[in-house]
């Protein structure tokens, strides 16, 4: 297994810090993000989903797209994503994405999911985006790019199975899922390794993060539980049985960090996400 970042992990460095950082850890790969940073956000300090300095910008030209490359390539680095927040159905945006990643050589982008709020019977949403993800694999096919499917938290494919169900019989050399097992805290628990067995071929990607419920009491005596973010080795996933289950599957892809805890300054949080995953890799080998 290859060792990445996501950049939306690491907002306060700019692509050629990251990149410098990222190698010097022991990282192989940055997955960068693509996304509108508001002239607001710019005002603001640097943050996850705000103000992140190695971001793409929607749109970018080929000389801004080439910065990133180069920043990636310096640094010995490869750029395996370009990972945006698409909408389903919008395929103009997905060409848009596929187009950027095929210039940066990257093998992957995000898809977009429908969210389920109540609003809406899963029926419809359901329909729509099996339409949205046949047009988008032809296109993925078209670029030479895979598109992947997260599994997140308020959308229709919370669990390995949903995520699987919205594949079922499209092509995974052009479609894949991108595994997160922090966001499965939040919503969409499986067992790991059933459901790696069950994505099969379509097990693209995994992600690198952790959270933890935490209990309040009502006024009327009953106990709320809330979902939030935690360090990579002090949440609700059991990272050794997740990098476990990995091997077990037969799994040699990336696996990215996505850490949003706060626990470490983005340098540090490389490169005890490194050591960490190091540590469970060595672990899973002597047994």
């Not at 169900?165 to 595994?179: A, K, M, N």
């Not at 091997?247 to 990215?256: H, S």
Request: charged fraction near 25%; charge should be negative.
């Amino acid at each position: 297994m290859q060792l990445s970042v996501f950049t939306v992990a690491t907002p306060d460095l700019q692509p050629e810090e990251l990149a410098a950082e990222a190698a010097s850890a022991g990282l192989q790969g940055i997955e960068w993000r693509y996304a509108r940073t508001s002239d607001e956000a710019r005002r603001q300090a640097p943050s996850y989903w705000g103000n992140n300095l190695a971001t793409i910008p929607v749109g970018a030209s080929d000389e801004e797209l080439a910065r990133y490359g180069q920043a990636a390539s310096s640094a010995g680095l490869r750029s395996i994503s370009v990972t945006p927040y698409l909408r389903c159905g919008d395929l103009d945006a997905a060409e848009d994405v596929l187009a950027a990643a095929r210039k940066l050589g990257a093998s992957m982008i995000r898809l977009g999911v429908h969210g389920y709020d109540r609003t809406r019977p899963f029926g419809e949403l359901y329909e729509e985006q099996r339409r949205y993800l046949a047009e988008a694999a032809a296109l993925c096919r078209r670029y030479g790019v895979k598109g992947l499917v997260e599994t997140h938290h308020g959308t229709i494919a919370p669990s390995a199975s949903a995520a699987a169900r919205l594949l079922e019989g499209l092509d995974p050399d052009t479609v894949g899922v991108l595994l997160d097992p922090g966001n499965m805290v939040h919503e969409g628990f499986e067992n790991y390794r059933m459901g790696m067995e069950l994505l099969g071929p379509y097990l693209a990607h995994v992600h690198m993060k952790n959270a933890a419920w935490t209990s309040s009491e009502r006024e009327d005596g009953s106990v709320k539980w809330t979902s939030g973010w935690t360090g990579m080795r002090r949440g609700v996933v059991d990272w050794a049985q997740v990098a476990a289950d990995l091997a077990a599957v037969g799994y040699a892809g990336w696996v990215g960090v996505e850490d949003f805890s706060g626990e470490h300054r983005s340098p540090e949080m490389l490169r005890q996400f490194a050591a960490y995953m190091r540590e469970l890799l060595q672990e899973g080998a002597a047994r």
